[in-house]
């Protein structure tokens, strides 16, 4: 880790196994049934930042806290301080259970509950994750909105409309919620990072599995801001959306 000093510094590697390989080569063959989340155009320059977060086969996308209060409020309220958010989807008896033998794993490959992992930081997501780990994105207001709008949808609510609490995650600062989406070999951790991407209104494509489909659409995506940014003309809105 450099620097900073999130609610924990040191982070554990279980979440970084919430996808595994396994999972990904079984069913290789349905990635069609991935996700469909139309992209609209963009309007009006960059308001903001997010960062997709590369956590070993997982990957997750992290929010300014300013920019989303009403997450901060709901599913936030006891962390002081906390500068960011990062939300991270993963099969839900594999996480409780922090029990990864290959029987776990398989059973991983059926469609079942999922999970919604949540990191409080009160540093940048490079400070807790090391610079090399982590991909900024700039990303306009209609991004912002239908991003925090996906990431509130994502979290499971109960009859009074509070968030599904499971507990409390695998170190300091992290807290578990039910899912929404089902968790299975063909939508892992990593093609919910890329409905999250395209929520924003980024030209991600969803049908991925990896960790590294994810990461290589973002720095691409970086590359081309940080190009239109350097020649002033303007963002390009293949930068922001297709």
Known sequence: MHGGNPYQTRMTRTAGRLARPALA????????ACSAIPLAPASGPPVTTIDVVERGWHTDVCVQ?????????????GFAGATHLCF????????LTREHGVLATLSALWPGRG???????????????????VVTLQVG?????????????????????RPVQLGDGPYAGSLYFGATPNYAG??????????????????????VLFASAVLRQAREVAACQRSDKLTGSGTDPVCISR
């Open 25 to 32: 080569l079984a069913h290789a063959a349905v990635l069609a």
């Open 65 to 77: 806290v300013q920019d989303v209060p009403d997450l901060q409020a709901w599913l936030a309220q």
């Open 88 to 95: 991270g989807f993963g099969e839900r008896d594999y996480v």
């Open 115 to 133: 999970a919604i992992l949540m990191t409080v930081l009160r540093d940048t997501p490079a400070a807790a994750y090391g610079a090399d780990k």
């Open 141 to 161: 207001a209609a991004g912002k909105a239908h991003l925090a709008a996906y990431l509130a949808g994502s979290v499971q609510r109960d009859d009074l409309a």
């Open 186 to 207: 063909y939508y892992t951790c990593n093609t919910w990072t890329a409905d999250a991407l395209r929520a924003a209104q980024l030209p991600v494509d969803g049908s």
